[in-house]
C-alpha cells in the first residue's frame, strides 16, 4: 500500500545541511533506503530509512570495506567489519516515499562529493566518542629513572591532545592503572571504569622503551678512571635516546580490547631530563625528550580518531518517565538540542526500539522525547542509545 506523503504528519526531519561540508566537484545520486514500522510510528521509520539511503547514495560512490577480528583464548571476542566510502552526502531532497506492510520505503536525490568520509555513516562524526584515559604503566623503570611522574604525566600528554580533536573528548581517569592481567579481571576492571565515568571506551598506555646508548668505560683504573667519569658526565646530557609508546583501546561496555597501537622515535642530542622536570610539564616539552613524547602522543591521537570515526557515539540511558528521557551525557559529547539519536537494545544493537528527539541540553547532560511511550516501545534503562 502506497501512502502519499501529503497524509502523513512527521515531525521535522533532524538530518540538516550544517552537518556536512560541500564541494565543489559533486554527484547528485538516487538512492532508496527502508526501515521497519514498528507500532505504527512513522515518523522513526521515515528516518531510519532516510538514513538508509543517504548510506545507499555514498555507497554507490565507491567504498572500501575491512575485517577486523580479535581472538582471545582461541575464541572469537570481537568481529567487526567496517565500511570506508568515497564520498560524503550534503543535501539531499526526498523524490518519494511509501509504506509497504510493516516497512517504510524512501527514494531520494543526494548531493555526494568527492571528500570522503572516514566510514559509511553520513553522521558518524557529528558526536564525540568519550574516552577515559587511564595512567600508563612503565614497562622500562631502569630506562626511565630521569622521568618524572611519567606514568601519569604520559596519560595526561594524552588527554591533552585528544581534546584537541573535533571528534573525541577525553576524559581524566590517570588515577586509575589496568594492571589485571587475566582477561577477565581486566574486562571487568575495564567496565566499571567506563560505568562510573560514563565514557565509552578506555584508553590505557605504556612506556615501553626509554634507552641511552650506553657510555663505555675508557679505563679500568688511575687517571684515565677520572678523565672516563668526567666524560661520562659531559655525555649524560648528550646522548642518543630511543622512545616507544604503547596504547591499547577497550569497549567500555564490553569491556574487549578493540584496537592496540604502538609508535616509536629515535632523537639526537640532549635526551636526559633530571628529576626535577615532571613528564608533561611545560619544562619537560621543551627538552628533546618531551619533544619527541609530544610528537609520539599527536602521532597515536590521529591513529585512535581514525580508528573511531567509525564507531557511532554511545551512551547510557539515566531515566525514563513516559516519552521523556534522559542521558547522562550533553555538550561534553556533542549532543545539541534537535538532534536525532537511536535507542537499540543492549544485548543486540541491530534492534532498533526507537528514536530519540533531543529536546533539553547542558553540558553534562541531556533529555529528549520518543514519538510513542517508551514502555510501549520496550525500552528500558538498561538499553544504549546511539548517534546512528
Same mark, same amino acid.
Given at each position: 500500500?502506497? *501512502? ?16 556536512? =561540508?560541500?564541494?565543489?566537484?559533486? %554527484? ?31 555507497? &554507490? ?14 575464541? #572469537? ?17 526526498? +523524490?518519494?516515499?511509501?509504506? &509497504? ?7 531520494? /536525490? ?8 572516514? =566510514? ?10 568519550? %574516552? ?7 614497562? #622500562?623503570?631502569? &630506562? ?5 611522574? #611519567? ?7 594524552? *588527554? ?12 581524566? +581517569? ?36 626509554? /634507552? ?45 580490547? *578493540? ?25 619537560? %616539552? ?9 610528537? %609520539? ?12 570515526? =567509525? ?78
Amino acid at each position: 500500500m502506497k *501512502i502519499p506523503p501529503s497524509k502523513i504528519t512527521f515531525r521535522a526531519l533532524a538530518i540538516t545541511t550544517a552537518l556536512f =561540508c560541500n564541494s565543489a566537484s559533486a %554527484l547528485f545520486l538516487t538512492s532508496e533506503g527502508k526501515a521497519p514500522v514498528r507500532h505504527n510510528d512513522l515518523s522513526t521509520a521515515r528516518y531510519l530509512a532516510t538514513l538508509d539511503a543517504m548510506n545507499q547514495a555514498s555507497l &554507490e560512490n565507491g567504498a572500501q570495506v575491512t575485517s577486523e577480528t580479535i581472538m582471545n583464548n582461541f575464541s #572469537v571476542r570481537s568481529d567487526t567489519v567496517r565500511i570506508r566510502t568515497q564520498g560524503k552526502v550534503g543535501k539531499i531532497h526526498m +523524490l518519494d516515499e511509501w509504506q &509497504e506492510e510493516d516497512i517504510y520505503y524512501v527514494r531520494i /536525490s543526494a548531493e555526494v562529493s568527492d571528500n570522503p568520509l572516514n =566510514c559509511g555513516s553520513p553522521t558518524a562524526l557529528v558526536h564525540n566518542k568519550r %574516552l577515559g584515559v587511564t595512567q600508563f604503566t612503565n614497562q #622500562v623503570p631502569s &630506562e626511565s629513572q630521569d622521568l618524572r611522574g #611519567v606514568e601519569q604525566g604520559l596519560a595526561l600528554m594524552m *588527554i591533552r591532545q585528544i581534546n584537541q580533536t573535533r571528534a573525541l573528548r577525553a576524559i581524566d +581517569l590517570s588515577e586509575y592503572a589496568i594492571t589485571d592481567t587475566h582477561y577477565s579481571d581486566r574486562q571487568e576492571q575495564v567496565q566499571q571504569l567506563a560505568r562510573q565515568s560514563g565514557v565509552q571506551f578506555i584508553l590505557a598506555g605504556a612506556l615501553a622503551q626509554a /634507552s641511552r646508548d650506553a657510555i663505555g668505560d675508557l679505563s679500568e683504573s688511575g687517571n684515565m678512571k677520572n678523565f672516563s667519569s668526567l666524560m661520562g658526565l659531559v655525555q649524560e646530557k648528550a646522548q642518543n635516546r630511543h622512545l616507544e609508546i604503547e596504547t591499547i583501546l577497550y569497549d567500555g561496555e564490553s569491556g574487549d580490547t *578493540i584496537g592496540q597501537f604502538s609508535e616509536g622515535i629515535s632523537l639526537l642530542g640532549e635526551t636526559y631530563v633530571g628529576r626535577n622536570t615532571r613528564v608533561g610539564s611545560h619544562a619537560f %616539552l621543551s627538552t628533546e625528550t618531551g619533544s619527541g613524547f609530544q610528537q %609520539l602522543v599527536r602521532t597515536q591521537t590521529r591513529t585512535l580518531a581514525d580508528h573511531l570515526s =567509525c564507531q557511532p557515539m554511545t551512551t547510557s540511558i539515566s531515566t525514563i518517565q513516559d516519552h521523556l528521557i534522559t542521558l547522562p551525557v550533553g555538550r561534553n559529547a556533542g549532543i545539541h538540542s534537535g538532534d536525532r539519536l537511536i535507542i537499540v537494545a543492549r544485548d543486540n544493537p541491530l534492534n532498533i526500539l526507537g528514536t530519540l528527539q533531543m529536546t533539553q541540553v547542558s553540558e553534562t547532560r541531556s533529555a529528549g522525547m520518543t514519538d510513542i511511550d517508551a514502555k510501549t516501545l520496550g525500552i528500558h534503562t538498561t538499553d544504549l542509545v546511539r548517534s546512528w
